[in-house]
């Protein structure tokens, strides 16, 4: 077995998507570590975008075709995009200044749920019984989470309702990134997608940082620092195990964050994760990969048909 089908290379992808996962998660834990000494939201935002930038650039190099990659004939639909991610990150590095790291990560995997939601309002895309019950898992897998009882009773294990708030919103707004860049990918290539984001957070960050900025030990500077490598390389792992193999095949595997921050919550910062976090992202998990399944089904069946010859 080499692991090519139809020329895809099955094996490698998966890796690629493993490695993703991997640098994803040591980016947010660097920044969580980085948050208990004052950086806020805003800086996270330019110094993960700042420090990426090289990375993504010397990639695009890489590619065929070079910076041309990076010419784009819509412009404004870029900005759109930039606008919606910009403002998603800044609510996911809120999250994580308020939320203890595993429980960040696990809300923010709430995206597909608020996708199939968007994609049925916004693209009016069929979504049967089967995929609205899998909303209701995770949506109950988040309620979970929010360990609304310990709220009620005024517990000191109740999660704090700001942070929920933020981590929903920048799930909300991933999820509204994907339906923009379906509508992106028809005609732009993916090295200006992912170039042209990066421009523009930097931009706004160092818009932000005079504001918001403080001075920090060098040893933070050397987290943040690391935090837009780790970054950059996760973005491009991801995108290059797209390319390697269906989306459907290595989506799965983006679902190890939550066990990457289980762990370097628990190796760096002695956070225990709760029984609540962890049925919690369970159900979540289960309902983002039943989702992703049938969206590969339905895709699958569609192609079929359009394909089939006439009759």
Not at 121 to 131: H, M, N, Q, S, T
Not at 139 to 146: A, K, R, T
Not at 147 to 167: D, Q, T, Y
Request: proline share 5%.
């Amino acid at each position: 077995m080499t692991g090519r089908i139809g020329g895809e290379d099955i094996a490698r992808g998966i890796a690629l998507r493993i490695a993703a996962a991997g640098a994803f998660s040591v980016m947010s834990a660097v920044l969580k570590l980085a948050s208990l000494d004052g950086v806020v939201a805003p800086e996270m935002l330019f110094y993960r975008a700042f420090f990426g930038l090289p990375v993504v650039l010397a990639w695009v190099l890489t590619q065929p075709g070079g910076l041309a990659g990076l010419t784009t004939r819509r412009p404004w639909a870029h900005a759109g995009r930039s606008a919606l991610g910009v403002v998603s990150i800044l609510c996911l590095f809120q999250t994580l200044t308020l939320l203890p790291l595993a429980d960040a990560t696990t809300l923010s995997f709430t995206a597909p749920i608020f996708a199939t939601i968007l994609s049925f309002f916004i693209l009016k895309e069929a979504v049967g019984p089967r995929r609205w019950a899998a909303v209701a898992v995770g949506f109950i897998g988040v309620v979970i989470v929010m360990r609304p009882l310990s709220f009620v009773s005024g517990g000191g294990h109740a999660m704090p309702l700001e942070g929920i708030g933020f981590g929903l919103m920048a799930a909300l707004l991933t999820a509204s990134v994907t339906i923009t860049l379906r509508q992106l990918r028809d005609t732009e290539h993916v090295a200006a997608i992912v170039f042209w984001f990066f421009v523009g957070s930097s931009g706004v960050g160092a818009i932000l940082l005079p504001f918001v900025g403080h001075w920090h030990s060098p040893l933070t500077f050397a987290l943040l620092i690391s935090s837009g490598v780790a970054g950059g390389l996760a973005q491009l792992f991801m995108t290059a195990s797209l390319q390697k193999a269906p989306v459907a095949v290595v989506a799965p595997f983006d679902y190890l964050q939550i066990v990457g921050a289980v762990i370097f919550g628990w190796w760096l910062m002695h956070a225990t994760p709760t029984a609540n976090t962890l049925a919690g992202g369970a159900l979540i998990a289960a309902s983002g990969l039943y989702t992703a399944w049938r969206e590969h089904v339905r895709r699958k069946a569609a192609l079929i048909q359009t394909t089939a010859p006439p009759v």
